[in-house]
């Protein structure tokens, strides 16, 4: 129940699910009370200008994800562990397994992993069966990784987590299994890190951030290189730039509910 209520309720606060109930709500009262009507329209409106500009965006997105860029080279580790979330299965059409902008991800661990920064690989990540079965995550990033050159042997995995905290859980269970101490370096999305990196200690991980999947780079931020036309184009609303306000904004949320719940 609190993992479906961790997927519903914050449709309600996230940009477009505000506004389109805001939108109801104007709808509703637009005969009986139409000055209520219009302040909601409007505050819909404003919601959707903010959240869809770019530079907004960029300065919430940036606010999670330079938070743990590593300082120099990365030092060797007792093992990689990423985090699913970037990958589908290879259910037809699709002739195998796809990649999002989230799968850098296993990308980057394999490539840690053939640049001997550690002798294991943990695939953390189960599925959410809403519509059916699929396997799981740590199943597709595997078979990633065995095309990247990472031996099968090299690769553990757990298939049954279903949010950061069971991502934590597990892995310090299959930590505990192989008896393996020392320090892991965590790969996961940039805008995931801050949490996820608070989880992994809080369970007693000495976890190093090994952030990839970044949104905002420096010469985003870097007003000098940025054209007029890049200025202007900034200023009008588009739909990349409401994903990644939503999904900051998600995980904001994410870092306040696992704080009450302990998991920090």
Known sequence: MFLFLSK????????LGLSCFLLIVALILLW?????AAGAIGLALLI????????????LVRSLEWQNIPNGELPKATAIVVLGGGTKAPIPPR??????????????????????????????GGRIQWDGQEPPESADMA????????????????PTSLNTYQNAVNVRQILQDKKLTG?????????????SLRVFQRQ?????????????????????????QASILGLIPDTQ??????????????????RLRGWL
């Open 204 to 228: 007693g991980i000495e976890a190093i951030a090994a952030p990839t999947d970044f949104w905002v780079s420096q010469q985003d931020v870097n007003p000098s290189k940025t054209t007029i």
């Open 241 to 258: 730039s409401l994903q990644k306000f939503t999904q900051a904004l998600k995980e904001y949320i994410g870092i306040v509910v696992y």
């Open 143 to 158: 078979e990633i990784a065995a095309a990247m050159g990472v031996p099968e042997s090299a690769i553990l995995q757990d």
């Open 48 to 59: 959707l200008l903010v959240s869809s500009n770019s530079w907004v965006s960029q300065s």
């Open 32 to 36: 009986k009370q139409p000055r209520i």
């Open 183 to 195: 320090k892991v370096l965590l790969v996961t999305s940039a805008l995931h890190m801050p949490r």
């Open 8 to 15: 519903l309720l914050p449709l309600f606060i996230y940009p």
């Open 95 to 124: 002739p195998w397994v796809d990649v999002s902008e989230a799968g850098d991800r296993i990308l980057y661990g394999a490539l840690l992993y053939r640049q001997e920064k550690a002798p294991w690989l943990i695939l953390s």
